[in-house]
RNA sequence: GUGAGUGUAGCUCAGCUGGUAGAGCACCAGGUUGUGGCCCUGGUGGUCGUGGGUUCAAGUCCCAUCACUCACCCCA
């Protein structure tokens, strides 16, 4: 072996077998859900122009973002610049990675405009890239599972999300977990309603947001940090104790009305709440378990383009981070298309749901193969000759069936190596199947149904001679669950 | 970007206060001729992440470097 590293750049995975096929059932169950609610498929590049990424994530997004190299003349020119005055890390780069599947999304919708049904009602599932540092649950590679609803701003399209959200999360049997929403627009009245200016707004969210990991003194010192104004802290913390299941009603009335006085000489901010319990009642009115979701008016969510309501997706053990989120933007889109079109959105972490499902179990990965495969003890053309018609047949039958490459090994070797593959069915042929059938497979009007044939099963050891008919039959039977009788 | 921990066979790890490497699993070959999952026997496989230093002698001590893991930040 040479020296060359062989591991897959930091942050990023290698799926061997085993591990992509429950990836790729998640996915499938998930896509299920998703046209079940009537949304269509999207797909869009791995890159994006530089200039269509930048300044949509806030300023931690736009470091994450990997860059991609200019090329050939561009790329010269680009190198005397560097170092000179105005040039930095874009100098050297007109591409990126995208961040997540929302911008593009956003830029797709500014492009097709007209074209696209309205409302426009997409998924898309497939890899975004952070140049983040890796850690538990988190990856410079990771698919994103994203449903949008473009075009309208009914507080249903939010609470639809919402309801979808627990939908598919319930239907993987995730363990324990909650949605807590909160409204953006509500925060920046709270912001301003403790006396910061709006350009604070940011920093204001940045401190709120980590209550629930440092406690109040960490906020505190985060807001001073940040020179904010902690005139109104104890009001603050009132509010964030009184955050509550909504199928608490009077709990939620009490939230509600404090609130409401809170942002009362606020812009906008009666609005705000007027539009969040609207879509608290939506969600309701969708038959969703309110027992799971939650009005917390500290929730933040950090990236910089979300105007409206906003969710995000927590364990009740807190044993892996957010594992999906989303919330209304309904400026995002404006920024391509110099109009504003109303959007929203939520998505999913695969990474961290595929890896909670099987450190709770949830999943178990199954080897699984060609259902037949075919023996050989002896070599020879005769052997390809009939069971490449036998492959042939079975394959028709919709049957996955292999041929060994190695023939030249003992009979126990190949069953044992085809166990071990996966493999439910094997065809022993020898000299005795091949006496008796080796001449009529010649004749392409011999009914190669029509010959028997040595099958195992694997799982209990039972072994029959049957015709390729009655194999189909006996291979489309349920396997028997222990293996422990030795055959 | 900040902090902590780890780095010994394909995998999981042992190796006490320094004396030139071990186990289990996996893999390969056998336990007589067309039959697996148990058992038994034998075997392949490691310049102990990398580079430098201290020492008669380093996997074991020191420095550097890289990689991985975890936490902060941020998020899926």
Same mark, same amino acid.
């Given at each position: 072996?040479?020296?060359?590293?062989?591991?897959?750049?930091?942050?990023?995975?290698?799926?061997?077998?085993?591990?992509?096929?429950?990836?790729?059932?998640?996915?499938?169950?998930?896509?299920?859900?998703?046209?079940?609610?009537?949304?269509?498929?999207?797909?869009?590049?791995?890159?994006?122009?530089?200039?269509?990424?930048?300044?949509?994530?806030?300023?931690?997004?736009?470091?994450?973002?990997?860059?991609?190299?200019?090329?050939?003349?561009?790329?010269? *020119?680009?190198? $005397?610049?560097?170092?000179?005055?105005?040039?930095?890390?874009?100098? !050297? %780069? @007109?591409?990126?990675?995208?961040? /997540?599947?929302?911008?593009?999304?956003?830029?797709?919708?500014?492009?097709?405009?007209?074209?696209?049904?309205?409302?426009?009602?997409?998924?898309?599932?497939?890899?975004?890239?952070?140049?983040?540092?890796?850690?538990?649950?988190?990856?410079?590679?990771?698919?994103?599972?994203?449903?949008?609803?473009?075009?309208?701003?009914?507080?249903?399209?939010?609470?639809?999300?919402?309801?979808?959200?627990?939908?598919?999360?319930?239907?993987?049997?995730?363990?324990?977990?909650?949605?807590?929403?909160?409204?953006?627009?509500?925060?920046?009245?709270?912001?301003?309603?403790?006396?910061?200016?709006?350009?604070?707004?940011?920093?204001?969210?940045?401190?709120?947001?980590?209550?629930?990991?440092?406690?109040?003194?960490?906020?505190?010192?985060?807001? *001073?940090?940040? $020179?904010?104004?902690?005139?109104?802290?104890?009001?603050?913390?009132? !509010? %964030? @104790?009184?955050?509550?299941?909504? /199928?608490?009603?009077?709990?939620?009335?009490?939230?509600?009305?404090?609130?409401?006085?809170?942002?009362?000489?606020?812009?906008?901010?009666?609005?705000?709440?007027?539009?969040?319990?609207?879509?608290?009642e939506f969600v309701d009115w969708l038959h969703t378990p309110s027992e799971m979701v939650m009005f917390d008016p500290a929730l933040a969510r950090g990236l910089d383009y979300y105007t409206g309501p906003v969710f995000e997706v927590v364990m009740r053990d807190r044993s892996m981070a957010s594992i999906g989120g989303g919330g209304r933007y309904d400026e995002l889109i404006g920024i391509f298309s110099g109009k504003p079109v109303p959007a929203t959105g939520t998505s999913f972490g695969l990474e961290r749901i595929v890896d909670l499902m099987v450190e709770h179990g949830s999943l178990v990965t199954k080897l699984k193969t060609a259902t037949v495969q075919i023996l050989a003890i002896e070599g020879g053309v005769d052997f390809v000759r009939f069971s490449g018609r036998i492959l042939k047949f079975l394959h028709g039958k919709n049957i996955s069936c292999?041929?060994?490459?190695?023939?030249?090994?003992?009979?126990?070797?190949?069953?044992?190596?085809?166990?071990?593959?996966?493999?439910?069915?094997?065809?022993?042929?020898?000299?005795?199947?091949?006496?008796?059938?080796?001449?009529?497979?010649?004749?392409?009007?011999?009914?190669?149904?029509?010959?028997?044939?040595?099958?195992?099963?694997?799982?209990?050891?039972?072994?029959?001679?049957?015709?390729?008919?009655?194999?189909?039959?006996?291979?489309?039977?349920?396997?028997?669950?222990?293996?422990?009788?030795?055959?």
């Open positions: 072996m040479s020296d060359l590293q062989v591991a897959p750049p930091r942050g990023m995975r290698d799926y061997l077998p085993d591990q992509l096929r429950p990836r790729l059932e998640v996915i499938e169950r998930m896509r299920r859900i998703f046209e079940l609610y009537g949304f269509q498929p999207l797909e869009t590049p791995a890159m994006e122009r530089l200039e269509v990424l930048s300044g949509k994530y806030g300023e931690e997004g736009d470091k994450l973002t990997f860059r991609v190299m200019k090329r050939g003349a561009e790329l010269k *020119r680009a190198l $005397k610049e560097v170092g000179k005055e105005g040039s930095g890390p874009d100098t !050297l %780069a @007109d591409l990126g990675l995208r961040f /997540d599947l929302t911008v593009p999304l956003a830029r797709v919708v500014a492009r097709y405009g007209a074209s696209l049904p309205r409302p426009f009602k997409r998924y898309q599932i497939g890899p975004a890239w952070r140049a983040d540092r890796p850690q538990h649950g988190r990856y410079r590679e990771f698919i994103q599972c994203d449903v949008d609803i473009v075009g309208t701003d009914s507080s249903l399209a939010d609470a639809e999300l919402i309801a979808l959200t627990i939908d598919v999360l319930t239907d993987l049997e995730l363990p324990p977990f909650e949605v807590r929403v909160n409204h953006r627009g509500l925060l920046t009245a709270l912001s301003t309603a403790c006396g910061n200016p709006p350009e604070r707004f940011f920093d204001f969210c940045a401190a709120l947001d980590k209550l629930d990991t440092t406690g109040r003194e960490g906020v505190e010192s985060e807001m *001073r940090d940040r $020179k904010l104004e902690t005139a109104k802290l104890q009001e603050l913390w009132e !509010l %964030a @104790d009184m955050r509550t299941y909504i /199928d608490n009603s009077s709990g939620l009335n009490q939230l509600v009305d404090y609130v409401s006085n809170f942002v009362e000489d606020a812009p906008g901010g009666k609005e705000f709440l007027g539009n969040l319990i609207q879509v608290l292999e041929l060994p490459y190695r023939i030249d090994s003992k009979l126990g070797k190949q069953i044992q190596t085809a166990d071990k593959r996966g493999v439910q069915f094997v065809i022993i042929i020898g000299p005795d199947e091949l006496r008796e059938f080796g001449i009529k497979v010649l004749y392409e009007e011999f009914p190669i149904e029509a010959a028997k044939v040595t099958v195992k099963r694997l799982a209990d050891g039972v072994q029959r001679q049957l015709t390729l008919d009655e194999l189909v039959a006996w291979v489309k039977e349920p396997i028997p669950e222990s293996p422990d009788s030795v055959g």
